[in-house]
């Protein structure tokens, strides 16, 4: 069975239980606000279901409420920070803000934040970027559990990675381009498994390093405790991409890279995120940028549509129009999911409906 929460209520729900967690009621806001915008922009993975994660990150003392993002390094155009374990989303915006306002009076600037809890929809901080006309580019790294094999490995090894790129385009809706370098998302594995799905052939390994559509083994532990893995898309192409974020967003940042024992203990997520932002204006090629870009877009919109599509579509695209259809007609939660961020509240003395 699904529960169909209409999206006032599911963030109001959230936050409730973020402030019997120990965040204030702004913190409490934006998170669930950050939560719900996921599901609506049909990245459930990233949703209201990270919930029950967070509220035993928060107990374990992996997750900080309240805590603000630190400059460490600011020389203008180059700015290094850290997130101090704080939420995500807000500790991402905190350095997201800052990086954008370092652009708009150098031209660019480069941000990298450590130590961050799970930032959430990377893509969320590239629409921060297009709204005020600028580029952003972010590579991630994923302290958390490695989920991912490499290509030629049996075994997990790394995090999902996320890479993402932002760019404006004049006059229309912006290109947001935000993917994990695995196949398919870690959370998507979790809504699959908690919806009872099988998931795509290609996907998966088991926990022999064998082929398998069983979400399971990535989300409860399998034979001997062992998890399985996701693999990378691509084969070795998207594993380069991972290896290159785990490189910028955990190594140059100071954030940490993966070389250890797992310990399926451990319910926070650590991300470390290289960012860079580019003011078009400043760059001297505003006029030919805007032209350029749309006439590329326009080029590949003019294209004939192959069968099974509707039309040819940019990134970004799908994710508005999935916001607009959820706004009116609710977010569905799978009944375990449901049950799971139940039972999340319930540890920190939040009823809600059943």
């Not at 926990?207 to 405790?225: C, R």
Request: hydrophobic share 40%; aromatic share 4%; charged share 20%.
């Amino acid at each position: 069975m699904q529960k169909t929460i209409h999206v006032q209520e599911l963030r109001s729900q959230c936050a409730t239980v973020l402030i019997a967690c120990g965040s204030t009621g702004e913190e409490a806001g934006k998170v669930a606000a950050n939560l719900v915008m996921a599901n609506l922009s049909g990245h459930d993975s990233h949703g209201v279901g990270m919930l029950p994660r967070y509220v035993d990150a928060v107990l374990e003392g992996g997750l900080k409420p309240n805590a603000n993002v630190r400059i460490v390094l600011d020389t203008g155009s180059l700015l290094t920070l850290n997130g101090q374990r704080g939420y995500g989303q807000i500790v991402g915006e905190q350095a997201m803000d800052l990086a954008i306002a370092r652009a708009k009076t150098h031209g660019s600037c480069i941000m990298s934040l450590a130590d961050s809890h799970h930032l959430g929809r990377i893509g969320h901080f590239a629409e921060m970027a297009v709204a005020q006309g600028l580029v952003s580019l972010h590579f991630v790294n994923v302290l958390s559990r490695p989920v991912v094999a490499p290509f030629g490995g049996a075994d997990g090894r790394y995090g999902t990675n996320p890479c993402c790129i932002g760019v404006p385009l004049k006059g229309r809706e912006p290109f947001v381009l935000d993917f994990a370098t695995s196949r398919v998302a870690q959370g998507k594995m979790r809504v699959a498994h908690n919806e009872g799905r099988r998931v795509a052939p290609g996907t998966l390994i088991d926990e022999d390093g064998l082929p398998t559509t069983d979400p399971g083994v990535v989300v409860v532990p399998q034979s001997k405790g062992l998890f399985g893995a996701l693999l990378a898309f691509g084969e070795h192409k998207g594993y380069g991409l991972a290896v290159a974020c785990e490189l910028l967003g955990g190594a140059l940042t100071g954030s940490g890279t993966w070389h250890q024992p797992t310990d399926p203990a451990v319910r926070a997520i650590v991300n470390g995120m290289l960012s860079i932002v580019i003011d078009p204006a400043r760059i001297g090629s505003q006029t030919a940028f805007e032209q350029e870009a749309l006439a590329f877009v326009d080029w590949l919109k003019a294209g004939p549509v192959a069968p099974g599509f509707d039309a040819v579509q940019i990134a970004g695209e799908p994710e508005r129009a999935c916001r607009l259809q959820r706004q009116s007609e609710g977010i569905t939660v799978d009944a375990l999911t449901w049950q799971e961020i139940v039972a999340a509240g319930k540890k920190v003395g939040v009823s809600l409906p059943e």
